[in-house]
């Protein structure tokens, strides 16, 4: 049981838009940044977006994230097979000392 | 460029100590600017935060894993550590170490990850 809460799946055909979400608490969305990290197939997550909403160098503009309270959401424009990918997002927990916490993760499938 | 690589046994009997190193290269883990962690990933299954380091020795655990973690870091070798012990079935997963720029900049470099199975 995820402390973040995501969808476990979402879809879309190529140059869609599709928004991806993260619901979690006070102590953790509510006072801290969310980070979201893509994991293609068979390979270690890499960094899409940090800080809520800043892409690292060389991540498309076609992805987005905002967060509004304990919620956030990564937007993907102009979808494209490439995409297809495990999203997950993830914040620093005040609670218990501090701790990472990640969402289950939602899978993207590109139809 | 920076590179972190896993290194430890693939296979882990049920009930002894799971021990991975991460080697950094291209940077140094007594940078004042980075924490070190380790996440892991269940076959199938999503990603779980284990813990962190500063290389003061300074660190943060998984309440959930807090009783059997133990992470260090050997500034002399540019190398940091996961010790895992009393494992059972439920610890198999690709172990993945990563630095940390930040509580708000999130993981900014993985290692590729390395399978641990345990063993019954």
């Known amino acids: 049981q995820s402390v973040l809460t995501q969808p476990p799946s979402a879809s879309g055909t190529p140059g869609q838009r599709v928004i991806i979400s993260c619901s979690g608490s006070?102590?953790?969305?509510?006072?801290?940044?969310v980070n979201w990290y893509q994991q293609l197939p068979g390979t270690a997550p890499k960094l899409l977006i940090y800080?809520?909403?800043q892409r690292p160098s060389g991540v498309p503009d076609r992805f987005s994230g905002s967060k509004s309270g304990t919620s956030a959401s990564l937007a993907i424009s102009g979808l494209q097979s490439e995409d297809e990918a495990d999203y997950y997002c993830a914040a620093w927990d005040d609670s218990l000392n501090g701790y990472w916490v990640f969402g289950g993760g939602a899978k993207l499938t590109v139809l | 460029q920076l590179q972190l690589q896993e290194s430890g046994p693939g296979l882990v009997k049920s009930s002894e100590t799971l021990s991975l190193t991460c080697t950094v290269s291209g940077d140094s883990v007594s940078s004042s600017s980075y924490y070190w962690g380790w996440i892991r990933q269940p076959p199938g299954k999503g990603l779980e935060w284990i813990g962190i380091?500063?290389?003061?020795?300074?660190?943060y655990y998984n309440p959930s894993l807090k009783s059997r973690v133990t992470i260090s870091v050997d500034t002399s070798k540019n190398q940091f550590s996961l010790k895992l012990r009393s494992v059972t079935a439920a610890d198999t997963a690709v172990y993945y170490c990563a630095r940390e720029v930040s509580s708000s900049d999130g993981y900014d470099i993985w290692g590729q990850g390395t399978m641990v199975t345990v063993s019954s």
């Open positions: 006070g102590s953790n969305i509510g006072s801290n940044a």
């Open positions: 800080d809520n909403n």
């Open positions: 380091i500063y290389y003061t020795g300074n660190t």
